[in-house]
């Protein structure tokens, strides 16, 4: 489990003009990432757009970044869907592609109850080879017992970790002194340091994409001790992150990356364009950085 300790970009989904997915760009984004040091990739998640895309632009997705890539880096697989059946269309089509795991966020709208939320997760681990990280997005799915489903499943040796998308870091921190060590994801970017200090073993978050050496500045330096360096890059971190939120912060993570030269286009509708004064923002923002 250790070899997927670090740091992933939760990618990006670049599209061209006319809105559909852009497969070249998507290869530049991955090799801007990994040629900056990552330790690999959170494919097809909030931050991809995924619930914005047919499963068939998922799945593709996946191939791509898959056949690109060819096992240079850890890759894991966001599937979660709200049809169990789907997430295991996109989890076989994730294994053949060559990804390291899949992950998957609970089931929503429906406000399942904790045992069908159970058996889509050991349906989706059963379908194939992949060790599973649970996606924990109390925010975004309105299910907040998550703690409950992976101890439900702790004995399961393909349960691999936790991606922990939340501002309750105690709960974080019990997620690492369950019955068996997992690996745990801290999944807001503007408290990484503080998620580390709790136990987190890495991070998956979206500004990994344009500024990774902060991120790896972050990391490396509470690895190595240094707590006073990790705080100030967060810091660092935190001021971009503060800047980007008043004008959409998927929108603006876009446009920086479209100044850094990495073509990424805009946001899939409903998302709205980018403000003028959000554009010279992030403008300001790529050439900081």
Known sequence: MNKFKGVYAALMTPFQANGAVDYEALKVLVDH???????????????GE??????????????????????????????????????????????????????????????????????????????????????NFPNAGGFNGMLDVVNAFIHNEKLLGIKHTSQNLFELERFKHLERDLTVFNGFDEMLVAGLSMGADGGIGSTYNFMPKIILEIYNSFNNGDISAAQKAQEKANRIIADMIPYGVFQMEKEILNQLGVPVGECRKPFLPLSTEGKAKAKEIAEML
């Not at 619930?51 to 632009?57: G, K, N, R, V």
């Not at 593709?60 to 789907?86: M, P, W």
């Open 50 to 135: 995924g619930f914005l895309l047919t499963e068939e632009e998922r799945m593709e997705v996946f191939r791509t970044v898959g056949k690109h890539l060819g096992g240079k880096c850890n890759l894991f697989a966001h599937v979660g869907a709200i049809s169990t059946d789907s997430a295991i269309r996109m989890a076989k089509v994730a294994e053949d592609s060559g990804f390291d795991a899949v992950s998957a966020v609970a089931p929503f709208y429906y406000s399942f109850p904790l045992e069908a939320i159970k058996t889509y997760y050991s349906d989706i681990m059963s379908a194939t080879d992949l060790p599973m990280i649970m996606y």
């Open 33 to 47: 990432c990994i040629d900056a040091g990552l330790t690999g990739l959170y494919v097809g998640g909030s931050t």
